[in-house]
C-alpha cells in the first residue's frame, strides 16, 4: 500500500521562528490534507491541498503532486502552535492514510 | 469540530464485553470515518462510509462493526475479538469522500 513519510518527527523552535514540514508519499494520491492536534487530541482540519499552494494566516502549504511530496509552513511561530501536525493522503479507493505526524513543541 | 459529537469521552471495557461508541453529526455530511489512534501514532483507518446503509472497511477493521442507518450517525461498536481495543477513537465526517475531514473530539477507551 501507499506509505506517508514525514520529516521531522520532532521539532523544537523558540517562538518567533519559522519551519518548514515535509510529508512524502509512494504513489499518486486524490488528495492530501494537513491537520494540527492540540495537546487534548483535538484535530483541525488546516489545509485541504491536492496540488498547488494555499496560505491561511502564518501557515501555507504546497505539495507537488507530480513528485509526490507537500511542505506545510509555519512562520513566525506561538507556543500555541505546539502539537501534532499530521499529513493524510486519500487513495483512489477512498481510503485515507495518516503519516505519523510532526511533533512541534515552540518554546516562549 | 462543531458539529460532530462523540460520546462518552471516556469509556472503561471489561474483557469479554462489547461497547458502542457513539458518533453524531448535524452537518449534512454523507461521508463519515472511523480512526483509532495509538500513543504516540498516527491515525488508522477503521471504517468508512460514503452515503446511508453503505459502509467499507479501513486498514484495520477486524473486531470492529459499524452500521449507518440514518445519515446523522455512524455508531462504532468494539467487539470482544478486539484483542488490543485500548486506543482513542476518532469520528470524522466530509461533506463527500475526497473532500475535507472534520472530526470530532474523540472517545478514549480503556479496558480495566
Known amino acids: 500500500g501507499i506509505q506517508v513519510e514525514q520529516s521531522p518527527p520532532d521539532l523544537i523552535l523558540q517562538e518567533g521562528a519559522n519551519s518548514t514540514l515535509r510529508c512524502n508519499f509512494s504513489?499518486?494520491?486524490?488528495?492530501l490534507q494537513w491537520f494540527h492536534q492540540n495537546p487534548w487530541g483535538q484535530l483541525i482540519n488546516l489545509f485541504y491541498i491536492p496540488s498547488g499552494t494555499k496560505q491561511n494566516g502564518r501557515l501555507s502549504a504546497t505539495t507537488v503532486a507530480t513528485e509526490r511530496y507537500s511542505l506545510l509552513y509555519i512562520s513566525s511561530s506561538q507556543t500555541t502552535d505546539s502539537g501534532v501536525y499530521f499529513c493524510a493522503v486519500e487513495t483512489g479507493g477512498f481510503k485515507t492514510i495518516f503519516g505519523a505526524g510532526t511533533r512541534l513543541f515552540v518554546k516562549a | 469540530d462543531g458539529g460532530i459529537t462523540q460520546s462518552p469521552k471516556y469509556l472503561f471495557r471489561k474483557e469479554g464485553q462489547n461497547v458502542t461508541l457513539s458518533c453524531e453529526q448535524n452537518l449534512n455530511h454523507d461521508a463519515m470515518y472511523w480512526y483509532r489512534q495509538d500513543p504516540g501514532q498516527g491515525l488508522r483507518l477503521i471504517y468508512y462510509?460514503?452515503?446511508?446503509?453503505?459502509?467499507q472497511k479501513g486498514d484495520i477493521a477486524e473486531g470492529y462493526s459499524v452500521s449507518r442507518e440514518k445519515k446523522e450517525s455512524f455508531p462504532l461498536t468494539v467487539t470482544s475479538a478486539q484483542k488490543n481495543p485500548t486506543a482513542f477513537y476518532l469520528c470524522?465526517?466530509?461533506?463527500?469522500?475526497?473532500?475535507?475531514?472534520?472530526f470530532g473530539d474523540g472517545t478514549r477507551l480503556s479496558i480495566l
Open positions: 462510509s460514503q452515503i446511508v446503509n453503505d459502509f
Open positions: 470524522a465526517t466530509s461533506r463527500q469522500v475526497n473532500q475535507p475531514q472534520h
Open positions: 504513489d499518486s494520491v486524490n488528495n
